[in-house]
């Protein structure tokens, strides 16, 4: 009756849904699996920390699977370790999940999933694209976001640009490096860049710092928006006028980049239906449909920063 049976009346369903809200009913994944060998349960494999975009991803995924009437399983690694990832797969597989949804940020983590047995179906979702028979993979196209954030500052007129890269260890951050680096070269322009050791406002602000005392760039585009915050306010602060004397644009669209003063342009990411999609494409592979690569696309964003109307 949990399952929507079709024997069962709805009256009666109700009934006991509303018995199953009241009494705070969790369904015993242990005895599932004894009963049916499967306990109908979706594994999360999480492999890095939760950025925002990563946690709006997560949150997108498991409230889809909540609104399957499945229940999750979540299981952590860290991606650097290939040990510890596979730990983590053995214990989604110890709960005998139907599919796997691994969120990495790390190319380490594909290798680890080919060269594993995978027993049921695995998605990876990770920026780039990445062609396996063993799993499918899903990603939002960072190089096309970067192209788009990097061609705005030119298409303004800008020549003297600077990107600041975020930490490189992540897949995102090189992706949008080299696609810079290559729109950049299109233009025969020089592609100057910084990179720092993490994503926060405090290493952009840092960053800023630094141009104030070589020489400003007209235009910079920063791997994230937090990056971007901290150069904003350094830049403002010092009576640099923006976007008037440096055109700035961001990656990500985090909540506050439209509330900012200017508001900042940045390139947005569409998180929630990552998510979701890596749901489907698992379904898909529990279908029987063979392994795929998606990307999906960015959009630019153009506010006050590069001296759009506020949005």
Known sequence: MLHDHPSVRPETRSRVRAAIEALGYQPNLAARVLASGSSGAVG????????????????????????????????????????????????????????????????????????????KPVVAVISGTHSFTGFSTLSIDQALGARLATEHLIDLGRRR????SGDLSW????????????????????????????????SGAAVAERLLATGLPDGIFAANDDIALGICRVLLAAGVRVPDDVAVVGFDDIPQAAWMTPSLSTVAQDFDTLGRTALSMSAELASGRDPRAL??????????????ASV
């Open 161 to 164: 640009l600077v990107h600041v």
């Open 44 to 119: 999360i494999l999480l492999t890095a920390g939760l950025s925002h975009g990563m946690s709006v991803a997560f949150s997108a995924l498991a409230r889809a699977v909540r609104e399957q009437g499945s229940n999750v399983v979540l299981a952590t690694a860290d991606g650097s370790d290939p040990a510890s990832v596979r730990r983590a797969l053995a214990h989604l597989h110890g709960y005998h999940v139907d599919r796997i949804v691994v969120l990495a940020q790390r190319t380490d983590v594909l290798t680890v999933l080919a060269l594993e047995h995978n027993e």
């Open 171 to 202: 897949q995102d951050a090189s992706e949008r490096l080299f696609a810079y680096q290559s729109t950049c070269a299109d233009h025969d322009l020089p592609a100057r860049w910084i990179g720092t050791e993490d994503w926060s406002s405090a």
């Open 295 to 308: 990307a999906l696309e960015p959009a630019l964003i153009v506010r006050e920063s590069t001296g759009g």
